[in-house]
C-alpha cells in the first residue's frame, strides 16, 4: 500500500497532547514572572517618588510649617500625609502643588506618601533637616520604601 506523504490524524492529535502538556506545565512560570515584573516596577515607582520628595525638599518647594496636609509638632518635627490618591492639584494649601500638580499626580497618585521632617541642628541663618520619607501602596498587602536625607533650609 502507498502511503501519501502528509501526518495521519493520530500524530496530529499526539502533537497537540504534547504542545498543551508543555504549555499547562509552562504556564505557572509565567505567570509568576509577570507578578515578579509588576511588583517590581511597582516598587522601582515608588523607590523614584520617595527620591522627587527628597529633591522637592532640597529645592525648599515643601513647606516646612503646619499648612495642608501638614503638621509640625511641639519639637518642630513637620509631618506631612498625602494618602493614596491624593489630588496635588487641588492642594491649595501648598502653592508649589498646584503649579506642579499634574506631574505630582502621575508620579505620586499611586502612593500613600508620609514626609518627616526633624529638625537637627541650628545655625546663625541655616538650619539642618533631617527627612524621612515612606512610599506605600497596596498589592496583596501593604508594602513600602523608606528614604533618608538631610538638607539645609
Excluded at 66 to 74: L, S
Excluded at 75 to 86: E, I
Aim: charged share 20%.
Amino acid at each position: 500500500m502507498n502511503r501519501d506523504p502528509g501526518l495521519t490524524i493520530v500524530e496530529i492529535l499526539v502533537a497537540i497532547v504534547i504542545v498543551g502538556v508543555i504549555t499547562v506545565a509552562v504556564m505557572p512560570l509565567l505567570t509568576t514572572s509577570m507578578t515578579s515584573n509588576s511588583s517590581s516596577r511597582t516598587r522601582t515607582q515608588a523607590v523614584s517618588a520617595a527620591e522627587t520628595w527628597m529633591e522637592r525638599y532640597r529645592d525648599g518647594r515643601e513647606p516646612l510649617k503646619t499648612v495642608g496636609n501638614c503638621v509640625e509638632d511641639a519639637s518642630d518635627v513637620v509631618t506631612c500625609t498625602y494618602p493614596l490618591n491624593f489630588d496635588y492639584v487641588a492642594d491649595s494649601a501648598v502653592t508649589s502643588h498646584a503649579a506642579d500638580g499634574a506631574s505630582m499626580n502621575t508620579q505620586f497618585q499611586p502612593f500613600k506618601s508620609v514626609l518627616v521632617a526633624t529638625p537637627v541642628s541650628s545655625g546663625v541663618n541655616i538650619n539642618l533637616w533631617e527627612l524621612k520619607v515612606t512610599v506605600s501602596w497596596k498589592e496583596k498587602e501593604e508594602k513600602s520604601v523608606t528614604a533618608y536625607t538631610r538638607f539645609t533650609r
